[in-house]
């Protein structure tokens, strides 16, 4: 089974440019999630989707950042315009909502995408 | 969600056994301890999971305290690819998928 992809992997850009990542979750996971780990920490869910509708959002600088899932699969994540402090890795998760019907929403990670902004 | 208190770093020898320990004093009784780990350049991974009973699985052990206000992640033997940072997370099992991930244990295994 293939894992979560995420790309770029690496991402340079100044201060005030635009930049997008993309995710593709594991098939026929409908939960998508978001997350920024910034260095030395744990990661911090951004934004989470379930199918193609936001179930949680409550973390995501809406100023500058976006995110949507067309279609209930693919998923991107633009930032616009970037700040020095959004410099992190972006974390692309998805899960079942149950599995072996135990409610354990094991969530699956991809090998996210690390943004420098200078 | 209850909050969870993990040492900043351990150290083990190879091929030695690992305990990891969480503290949950403020753990509901219908939080899951989950248990993930992420290594060097990756994303977090799944190790294992647990609500009252000692669980086992392929990767590691849960112990879970009767009182359920902390828990243990053992590594039966340690390996140099188990050095990771490994996060203990409560989830209710009723309000969404959220992962509240605190700074976790870094685990360095000494060859």
């Known amino acids: 089974e293939a894992g979560v992809a995420q790309s770029p992997r690496y991402k340079i850009i100044e201060k005030r440019q635009s930049v997008a990542f993309w995710c593709n979750p594991i098939?026929?996971?409908?939960?998508l999630y978001w997350y920024q780990q910034i260095l030395g920490q744990g990661p911090k869910l951004l934004i989470q989707?379930?199918?193609?509708?936001?179930?949680?959002d409550s973390q995501l600088p809406k100023d500058r950042f976006s995110a949507e899932r067309l279609k209930g699969v693919d998923s991107t994540l633009k930032i616009q315009p970037a700040k020095l402090e959004d410099s992190a890795v972006y974390l692309c998760?998805?899960?079942?909502?149950?599995?072996?019907?135990?409610?354990?929403?094991?969530?699956?990670f991809g090998p996210g995408t690390r943004l420098t902004v200078l | 969600d209850a909050k969870t208190t993990q040492p900043n770093s351990m150290e083990s020898n190879e091929e030695e056994p690992v305990h990891l320990p969480c503290n949950h004093s403020?753990?509901?009784?219908?939080?899951?301890i989950h248990w993930y780990r992420q290594l060097p350049s990756q994303g977090p991974e799944y190790v294992i999971h647990?609500?009252?009973s000692n669980v086992n699985n392929r990767m590691a052990s849960l112990a879970i305290a009767e009182d359920r206000k902390s828990s243990t992640l053992i590594l039966h033997r340690a390996t140099l690819r188990d050095a990771a940072v490994y996060y203990c997370?409560?989830?209710?099992?009723?309000?969404?998928?959220?992962?509240?991930f605190g700074t976790g244990t870094s685990l360095t295994v000494i060859p």
């Open positions: 998760a998805s899960s079942h909502k149950r599995e072996s019907g135990l409610r354990t929403d094991t969530q699956y």
């Open positions: 098939s026929g996971h409908a939960t």
């Open positions: 989707f379930q199918n193609n509708g936001v179930v949680d």
């Open positions: 403020t753990i509901s009784g219908t939080d899951y």
């Open positions: 647990g609500l009252t």
């Open positions: 997370i409560l989830r209710a099992p009723y309000t969404g998928n959220q992962f509240y």
